[in-house]
């Protein structure tokens, strides 16, 4: 089980009306993720996600959740 409790992201100016729907999306991607093992994380700080500008939301979750899975340990992406 994947247990997120306090999810922030940082989006560039002009997302703001859709940062709550990509920070759900993200939680969406990341509950179907294939999870083995165990980890622990106080913090988990990502680089850049770099995406297309007209890229839609789930486009940016699913990028958004793709470099989380990269960087925890157990967790296939």
Not at 41 to 63: C, H, K, Y
Not at 71 to 76: A, E, Q, S, V
Request: no cysteine; aromatic share 2%.
């Amino acid at each position: 089980m994947l247990k997120i409790d306090r999810l922030r992201l940082s989006l560039p100016p002009g997302y703001e009306a859709r940062a709550e729907r990509i920070a759900r999306l993200v939680a969406d991607e990341l509950a179907a993720l294939p999870i083995q093992g165990d980890a622990s994380f106080d913090r988990l700080t990502l680089p850049t996600v770099e995406v297309g500008r007209n890229a839609s939301n789930r486009q940016i979750a699913s990028s958004v959740a793709g470099a989380m899975a990269a960087h925890l340990g157990g967790i296939k992406p």
